[in-house]
């Protein structure tokens, strides 16, 4: 049985579910996620489209295509809270704090960060043992 992860926005009108492994879990610490989200880096899950099902609220799941960056912040319009965003592969972000908070604060070990990347554009340094790539 694959793996089922469920979260909600805030306002708990959206609903959605990733299946599966995710592609790639880490702290992202690239120049674009800082400019598309305003946070000093990205602890993300990353899957593919097709992992990623909209289970409720689908009508109030916005989006929005940054002006300059092949991504996009999939938000929703009640809330404001961000689903998941979306990179130049079309892959779904799904934040590791979004998740830990529809977790009780425990994120699942399987979606914990295995590493840094882009860890040379970082504005902060990151004290820890895992593996840190440029
Ligand atoms: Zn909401
Ligand atoms: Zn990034």
């Given at each position: ?115 840094h ?9 990151i004290d820890d043992d895992l593996?840190?790539?440029?």
């Amino acid at each position: 049985m694959a793996e089922k992860y469920l979260i909600e926005c805030d306002c708990k009108t959206v609903k959605i579910s990733m299946t599966g492994e995710p592609r790639v879990r880490g702290f992202c610490h690239c120049e674009d996620c800082r400019d598309l989200l305003k946070i000093p880096y990205h602890a993300v899950t990353a899957w593919n489209e097709d992992q990623v099902t909209v289970e409720q609220g689908a009508d109030s799941l916005l989006s929005y295509q940054h002006p300059t960056l092949e991504m996009k912040r999939c938000f929703c319009k009640d809330c404001g809270e961000t689903l998941f965003n979306t990179n130049a592969m079309n892959w779904r972000i799904v934040s590791q704090n979004l998740v830990r908070k529809c977790y009780a604060g425990n994120l699942p070990a399987a979606l914990r960060s295995q590493s840094h990347f882009f860890y040379g554009s970082r504005i902060v340094d990151i004290d820890d043992d895992l593996p840190k790539h440029d």
